[in-house]
Each structure stands twice: as C-alpha cells, then as structure tokens.
T-cell receptor
C-alpha cells in the first residue's frame, strides 16, 4: 500500500515535443503529490506539487494532472527542451496534523530530449 | 544552494569501517529525512526526525543509526560497512505546516564508496 509505481523507466522526446510521465498509488490516505527533477550528481529538486482536491495544476511548461478515482497522476512537460533532460521522480506523502510525513518515491524516469 | 547542507560530499572507506554523515536542515525546518539512492533501488527512505525525536523508520539496517541534535542538525551513522552500502545518501528537510509551496528540500548528497 505504500508503493508508488512510475512509468516509463526511460523516455526519449524530440525538442518541442510533449513529455508525459505517469504514476499510480495505492494508499488513499496520501494527500500530497510532488514531482522532483534530478540532474546527475545533484539532489532531487521540487518541480511542482498538487493536492487531491484539484485535478490539474500548471506552472509554466509543467502540468500535473490528477485523477483521484483512478489513483493516478501524471507530469506533462510541454515544449520539451534539451535542458529538461534529467531524471524525474513522482512521490506521495501523507501529512499528519502539523507535521509532515515521509515521501514515498516512484522509481524514476530518465528523460532525454533530443535537439 | 537549496539551504540543506550535507557533508562530506564524497567519502571513500573500507569494508568494516564506520562513517558519519552530517546534515544541516534549511533554516526553520523541523523535520529531517534521510534517503539512500542506489542505481537499482531508487530513492529509499531510511529515517525521519522531527524536532529531535525519531518520527518514522523505513528500511534502515540495524548497522545504521541516526540522531537529530538540539540545533536541528542530524547525523547518520553507518557502521560495519559493506560493499553494498555504496550509494548516494541524501538528507531532506521540510517545514511544519504547508507543504505545497516548499515541499521537501534535498541537500546535494554524500556519495559513499565502500572499497
């Protein structure tokens, strides 16, 4: 119940194309769903996050789509650029009162954007 | 600079040895999380501390231990090291309260190589 399943494992997209990464979770108590971007040799950096009370959140070229009934969420990168080439992780967490709980990560997607 | 400081950046040690990894959370953050990242295991949650107290444990080996000090910095102690402990170890911190805008902030990690 603690798992977050992420697909695909790797993705190659042409410059200007749309990158789509999908995640599914099991624990309905999860109420925080972030996406992280990680470049080689660096720590994961928060990209965008959503709570289950909205179905979509957009920040610039990055959009999270959330389907609560299907327990799925996805990251869309519009107009993908070579600089977006990185590993992307979805994650989920369950907040408890005023303190936050651990993040459960997906297995990651290695995105390569070809020029 | 994410605001989360990890030292050292690199560590090479022999099997059977003990090492200590240090983490200073972002100013004001009360929670500290430790994650292990290896090629075949992704980001695995090890342990969480909140304001000096252990809050949650993940798949942390008995040879590993951690603590959070009154100034909120944390240390991860790894003992009787084995070759399989070679990995990137990340520390993350989070504020109490609203996650959506700040999330979990990761440090740049400590790369541990056991030879």
């Amino acid at each position: 119940q603690q798992q977050v399943k992420q697909s695909p494992q790797s993705l190659i997209v042409q410059k200007g194309g749309i990158s789509i990464i999908n995640c599914a979770y099991e624990n309905t108590a999860f109420d925080y769903f972030p996406w992280y971007q990680q470049f080689p040799g660096k720590g994961p950096a928060l990209l965008i996050a959503i709570r289950p009370d909205v179905s979509e959140k957009k920040e610039g070229r990055f959009t999270i789509s959330f389907n609560k009934s299907a327990k799925q969420f996805s990251l869309h990168i519009m107009d993908s650029q070579p600089g977006d080439s990185a590993t992307y992780f979805c994650a989920a967490s369950r907040s408890q009162g005023g303190a936050t709980n651990k993040l459960i990560f997906g297995t990651g997607t290695l995105l390569a954007v070809q020029p | 600079d994410s605001g989360v400081t990890q030292t050292p950046k690199h560590l090479i040690t022999a099997t059977g040895q003990r090492v200590t990894l240090r983490c200073s959370p972002r100013s004001g953050d009360l929670s500290v999380y430790w994650y292990q990242q290896s090629l075949d295991q992704g980001l695995q949650f090890l342990i969480q501390y909140y304001n000096g107290e252990e809050r949650a444990k993940g798949n942390i080996l008995e040879r590993f231990s951690a603590q959070q000090f009154p100034d909120l910095h944390s240390e991860l102690n790894l003992s009787s090291l084995e070759l399989g402990d070679s990995a990137l170890y990340f520390c993350a911190s989070s504020p109490r309260g609203e996650l959506l805008n700040y999330g979990y902030t990761f440090g740049s990690g400590t790369r541990l190589t056991v030879v």
